[in-house]
């Protein structure tokens, strides 16, 4: 920048003002980003939802998806159809969930049942089993 005669020095105090502003503006900015994060971090951990760290030990294993198509044909078909994509009961491998398509909530339907007419396995499948069905489910999601 070109100093012009008597705007010179009003110039460069102009200059060292802008200066102080800006470093005023970041630290405010770093001070916002440093506030959000730690508040977003607080946030998430509160609203993860029950059972977030419920994981399927059978996920994407191709021997129990196989043995869990054997489960389903023999105790799904009836209502959920051959390809689980529903009779009278819903659609297994869209993407929408009544209850829930979390591990946890899938798990938590197919053991205790749901109002609406699912019954509950847990007297007839084991809690292995009920993963392996879960596990085929999965397999056929559109998604
Ligand atoms: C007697 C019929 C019947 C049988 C057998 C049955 N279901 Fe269901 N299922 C239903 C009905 C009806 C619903 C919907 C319940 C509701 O809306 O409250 C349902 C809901 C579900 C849901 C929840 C879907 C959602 O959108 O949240 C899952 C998961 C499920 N069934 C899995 C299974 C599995 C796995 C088996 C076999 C072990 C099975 N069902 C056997 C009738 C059945």
């Given amino acids: ?17 802008g200066r102080m502003l800006l470093l005023a503006a970041g630290v405010l900015v ?3 980003v440093l506030a959000a994060w730690s508040f977003t971090g607080t946030v998430s951990a509160a609203e993860a939802p029950a059972g977030a ?6 996920a994407g294993k191709p021997e ?3 043995e869990g198509e054997k ?5 799904c ?11 009278s009961g819903p659609d297994l491998t869209d ?9 946890a909530e899938v798990l938590e339907t197919v053991t205790n049942g749901r109002k609406g007419g699912m019954p509950s396995w847990k007297s007839e499948l084991g809690k292995d089993d009920i ?8 397999s056929l999601s559109k998604k």
């Fill in 131 to 138: 993963w392996k069905v879960i596990a085929y489910i999965r």
């Fill in 64 to 66: 129990a998806i196989k």
């Fill in 1 to 17: 920048m070109s100093c012009k005669r008597i705007f010179c020095s009003r110039g460069i105090q102009r200059k060292a003002a």
């Fill in 95 to 103: 993407d929408k969930w009544i209850y829930g398509g979390s591990d």
């Fill in 53 to 58: 760290g419920v994981k399927n030990p059978f």
């Fill in 77 to 87: 078909a009836d209502c959920h159809g051959g390809d689980a994509m529903g009779q």
């Fill in 30 to 32: 770093m001070s916002f």
């Fill in 71 to 75: 489960i389903f044909d023999a105790k």
